[in-house]
Nanobody
Framework: QVQLVESGGGLVQAGDSLRLSCAAS????????MGWFRQGPGKEREFVAS????????NYADSVKGRFTISRDNAKNTVYLQMNSLKPEDTAVYYC?????????????????WGQGTQVTVSS
């Protein structure tokens, strides 16, 4: 069992930065690829970024590439999402998730544990 708790969301202006954190409980965190997803108002949940178990393999959605950085600290059981140059279209609830497989994925169905989400609102 893995429990995930996101934090770090808030209201910012366009061009600002935020860092989201996702703290995981349980001893299996380091064996799990992790991902960040988001769901904007009236939109489907979409992939943002994923990171492999040791952090060596990282993938991003095209919409955030070059602006967002995913990282993890296995000693702290925490995964991060550094978000720079935020845009109004980044407004969403951001979720972290733990993958049931051996590698990160953009497919939300491959994740079996999800956090409750943290709201990010970017004003123009």
């Amino acid at each position: 069992q893995v429990q995930l708790v996101e934090s770090g969301g808030g209201l910012v202006q366009a061009g600002d930065s935020l860092r989201l954190s996702c703290a995981a409980s349980g001893r299996t965190f380091s064996s799990r690829p992790m991902g960040w997803f988001r769901q904007g108002p009236g939109k489907e949940r979409e992939f943002v970024a994923s990171i492999s178990r040791n952090g060596g393999n990282i993938n991003y959605a095209d919409s955030v590439k070059g602006r967002f950085t995913i990282s993890r600290d296995n000693a702290k059981n925490t995964v991060y999402l550094q978000m720079n140059s935020l845009k109004p279209e980044d407004t969403a609830v951001y979720y972290c998730a733990a993958n049931r497989g051996l590698s990160g994925s953009s497919d939300s169905t491959s994740y079996d544990y999800w956090g409750q989400g943290t709201q990010v609102t970017v004003s123009s």
